[in-house]
Every structure is written in structure tokens, then in C-alpha cells.
């Protein structure tokens, strides 16, 4: 399968899930952010990576809430795009800005050396 095809249907499943999550009610998950589809080459699968703006918990809680409405989403994306097989989804906590964050934190903690 070319990766050409590979990407054009992970970023239609990404803009479709997005709409999908979007229109479910998830309070208490903080604001819900699909960030991106990574779909797998025999197209059979996607890991679906969101992120949330909100604390920890929140984040937790917008991942318990994915995963205990996959049913309903996968059938959902089903209805939505025209393909032999839906892809299985998975979804995963994109920790990427956190641990840009993290990592900008660190370096602004060091100090600079003085030229004396």
C-alpha cells in the first residue's frame, strides 16, 4: 500500500474523529484537542493522539471517557468514510506540548555562565 494513500486517510480520520469527538458532550474532560491519526499501513488500525488543555485529571478523564465511547466513535467514523475496512482505533494521550513545557522549564532554570 503506498504511503501516499497511508497519509491521505490518517488525516481523514483525524478530521473525522475530531468532528465526531467535538460533538459528544465531555464535561469534566477539559478542552479536547485531536492532534493527529497515524493509520497503519494494511489501513486495519489508527492511533488517534489528543491533547487537552486542562489538568492532569482532566486529561485522565477525557482519555477514561474516549475510550469508554470508542463503540459509539468507531461506528460513527464508520458511517462517515467509505473504505473496505474502518480502522480500529486507539486512542493516546499526546503528552508533546507537556513535555515541551517540561523541558523549556528546565532550561530556563540554568543560568546562564557569567563572563567575568
Known amino acids: 500500500m503506498s504511503s501516499r494513500r497511508t497519509e491521505r486517510v490518517?488525516?481523514?480520520?483525524?478530521?473525522?474523529?475530531?468532528?465526531?469527538?467535538?460533538?459528544?458532550?465531555?464535561?469534566?474532560?477539559?478542552?479536547?484537542?485531536?492532534?493527529?491519526?497515524?493509520?497503519?499501513?494494511?489501513?486495519?488500525?489508527?492511533?488517534?493522539?489528543?491533547?487537552?488543555?486542562?489538568?492532569?485529571?482532566?486529561?485522565?478523564?477525557?482519555?477514561?471517557?474516549?475510550?469508554e465511547r470508542h463503540d459509539l466513535i468507531q461506528r460513527e467514523l464508520a458511517h462517515r468514510i467509505v473504505l473496505k475496512y474502518t480502522p480500529r482505533l486507539k486512542f493516546v494521550l499526546d503528552q508533546t506540548e507537556s513535555r515541551a513545557a517540561h523541558i523549556e522549564q528546565l532550561l530556563d532554570e540554568i543560568e546562564p555562565p557569567s563572563h567575568d
Do not use: H, M
Open 10 to 67: 490518517s488525516e481523514l480520520v483525524k478530521q473525522q474523529v475530531s468532528e465526531i469527538v467535538q460533538e459528544l458532550n465531555l464535561a469534566g474532560c477539559g478542552f479536547v484537542t485531536i492532534t493527529d491519526a497515524r493509520v497503519a499501513p494494511d489501513l486495519r488500525e489508527a492511533r488517534i493522539y489528543f491533547s487537552v488543555i486542562g489538568t492532569s485529571w482532566q486529561a485522565e478523564q477525557a482519555l477514561a471517557t474516549l475510550k
